[in-house]
């Protein structure tokens, strides 16, 4: 099979949650909330199925919003990813998912459903609404009873860091398909400040994540724990887990962020962003075909590998790059040092 | 092609430049996966067997 190129679709701003660190709605971002309509929907399809064409890759959906369960028009477009036999997730909310509900999506082909925790209780109630953490407990089986993999995505800053070694019992014992977790992207010079976490913290954190994670595996856990934060390659680089191939080419990009490689965000209103986490719109998709937009000048902006001005000195450029969205969000510029990047170089 | 493309192992000539050295678990791969979402349910990496990510257990 091709490898697969990875599409975040948000069709909807419509939610009914605002939390407090979602990028949809920082900053007055998003004062009108827009839906992409049926015929453009199917535009888009066409857009990205010819792009993966000509790039030789599989289009793989992640269907996100606001939430995308919401949109008027999602179970023809449901029904249009399984004609087309597409494979496709959602990144969605719990509250409007039942036994039905997960029922259909599994026979419209939808093979995952990632629900977001951040933190436990009190935390995640705080961030996003109240009952928002005991309604997404209870779906993790009504998703995983229909036939899906339920993914648990959480977002970690330094309001929630130590929720984690409860969060990851909790998976585990819960079973969760998945379960990873990405840095919180700052919105803001202030918010920076306030969700900061040093990086010597973060690589304590990490080390606590690795140890619960093979505790959990001896134990015949069956969750998948994934190394999502491309500082994972630092951590495992350092403690031997992951060794620099000996025939490696020191200017060839092998792995790490996807940015401008393996994914592209396109938004309600067409607009095409080489990454939804940092403001980074290189066109739109109905001026603009997605495969010229991904070859295009705007794009190639997103992959000047040269330019990363601290892992350009560092072994682990061709896998590791941290998190460029995390950088501009503290600094305005995804090649400087990522904040969290406890590695001298 | 752009020019930073073909720097890109996945993209680029040379696919299969590189061995892998894999972990029992290995880092999510450089293609195919969102920045807010877990990986692709099959590992299928985008990277050949460049960078590794033939992870048996990756969903």
Known sequence: ?345 | MSEMLNRVAAFGADNGACGTADPAETPASACGSACGATDPETPASACGSACGAADPDKK
């Open chain 1, 1 to 345: 099979m091709k490898p697969y190129f990875a599409f975040q679709w948000h069709i909807t701003d419509t939610c009914d949650q605002r939390c407090k660190h979602c990028y949809i709605f920082a900053e007055d971002n998003c004062k009108a909330l827009t839906e992409m309509s049926f015929d453009k929907m199917e535009k888009v399809l066409e857009s990205c199925e010819d792009m993966c064409d000509k790039l030789g890759r599989t289009p793989y959906f992640y269907i996100t919003g606001g939430d995308p369960i919401l949109h008027k028009d999602f179970w023809k477009l449901a029904e249009k990813l399984k004609d087309n036999t597409i494979r496709w997730a959602i990144l969605g909310n719990p509250f409007h998912l039942n036994d039905e509900i997960c029922q259909k999506l599994y026979d419209y082909g939808c093979v995952k459903y990632q629900l977001s925790l951040d933190g436990m209780e009190q935390i995640h109630d705080s961030f996003r609404k109240s009952g928002s953490f005991k309604t997404t407990i209870e779906k993790i089986a009504c998703i995983k009873n229909a036939g899906m993999f339920c993914a648990i995505m959480a977002t970690v800053s330094s309001a929630n860091i130590s929720d984690f070694p409860e969060l990851i019992d909790l998976c585990a014992e819960k079973e969760v398909d998945v379960f990873a977790f990405g840095r919180y992207c700052p919105t803001s010079g202030q918010k920076s400040e306030e969700y900061h976490i040093e990086p010597e913290e973060y690589h304590n954190f990490l080390d606590m994540c690795y140890h619960k994670f093979q505790e959990h595996k001896k134990n015949d856990c069956k969750t998948t724990f994934q190394y999502k934060d491309h500082l994972w390659t630092l951590y495992l680089y350092e403690h031997g887990l992951f060794t620099i191939p000996e025939n490696h080419d020191p200017d060839l990009i092998y792995d790490g962020c996807h940015c401008a490689i393996g994914h592209m965000t396109i938004l309600p209103t067409g607009d095409v962003y080489a990454c939804r986490r940092m403001e980074s719109k290189i066109g739109n998709v109905f001026e603009k075909s997605m495969y010229d937009l991904f070859v295009g000048a705007d794009l190639e902006e997103y992959r000047q590998f040269d330019k990363f001005e601290k892992c350009g000195k560092c072994e682990l450029r061709g896998y590791c790059r941290g998190c460029p969205a995390v950088t501009y969000g503290y600094t305005g510029n995804m090649y400087a040092a990522d904040p969290q990047c406890w590695k001298e170089v």
